[in-house]
């Protein structure tokens, strides 16, 4: 069965680094997407990325962040200069083009990001 | 989204089924009811979806009130794989590729 990628599984990094979140989402798939998850506490929506643009994002996608879709294959988050409350879990997913409330959303095992 | 309200935890001995509750009494005409679930250390994962009639897949049933309002996501025989934290979210017909938007949902407790 197809399933989203991410790489990697734990990324450590320093306070003002840059990280680049890798993930590979369902092949077929149209819409693709960025959620984090900050240690008990609910998943949180970041931004979708259709057609090469953003198609949404929230409050907490700041100039810090941005997205990319390098190649066919491959949806990217970059964090340009990282802050300890960066550290979360994160997590891509990606869904097909279909009729609207039934798209399911189709998530990976997600990067655990500690920031020092 | 529309909001809904789920208990905050449930408990369920192994091989018993479970039934979770969703109310969601602001649903509107074109509003479907997804639940997801996200098990200890993982990502979410879709288990159904249904718009007004009771729906079945190899993971679950949904279970939706007459008036929409509520909805119950049945597990037919609880497994220690099934603790996890369930979902219960309402997505606009309207609107493809959007984001999900997840509340606490239900943390479901599975003893043997």
């Known amino acids: 069965e197809p399933e989203v990628t991410q790489t990697p599984s734990h990324q450590v990094t320093q306070m003002g680094q840059e990280v680049i979140l890798r993930c590979v989402p369902i092949?077929?798939?149209?819409?693709f997407y960025w959620y984090r998850q900050i240690l008990g506490q609910k998943v949180e929506f970041l931004v979708s990325?259709?057609?090469?643009?953003?198609?949404?994002k929230s409050e907490i996608f700041d100039d810090q962040f941005s997205v990319e879709r390098p190649d066919g294959s491959n949806f990217t988050l970059k964090i340009r200069s990282t802050k300890l409350e960066d550290s979360a879990m994160y997590f891509c997913?990606?869904?097909?083009?279909?009729?609207?409330?039934?798209?399911?959303?189709?998530f990976g095992p997600g990067t655990r990001l500690t920031v020092l | 989204d529309a909001k809904t309200t789920q208990p905050n935890s449930m408990e369920s001995n192994e091989e018993e089924p479970v039934h979770l509750p969703c109310n969601h009494s602001?649903?509107?005409?074109?509003?479907?009811i997804h639940w997801y679930r996200q098990l200890p250390s993982q990502g979410p994962e879709y288990v159904i979806h249904?718009?007004?009639s009771n729906v079945n897949n190899r993971m679950a049933s949904l279970a939706i009130a007459e008036d929409r309002k509520s909805s119950t996501l049945i597990l037919h025989r609880a497994t220690l794989r099934d603790a996890a934290v369930y979902y219960c979210?309402?997505?606009?017909?309207?609107?493809?590729?959007?984001?999900?938007?997840f509340g606490k949902g239900t943390t479901l407790s599975v003893s043997s």
């Open positions: 602001t649903i509107s005409g074109t509003d479907y």
């Open positions: 092949s077929n798939h149209l819409y």
């Open positions: 979210i309402l997505r606009d017909s309207n609107q493809a590729g959007t984001a999900l938007i």
């Open positions: 249904g718009l007004t």
């Open positions: 997913a990606s869904s097909t083009r279909r009729a609207g409330g039934k798209d399911t959303q189709y």
């Open positions: 990325f259709y057609n090469n643009e953003i198609s949404e």
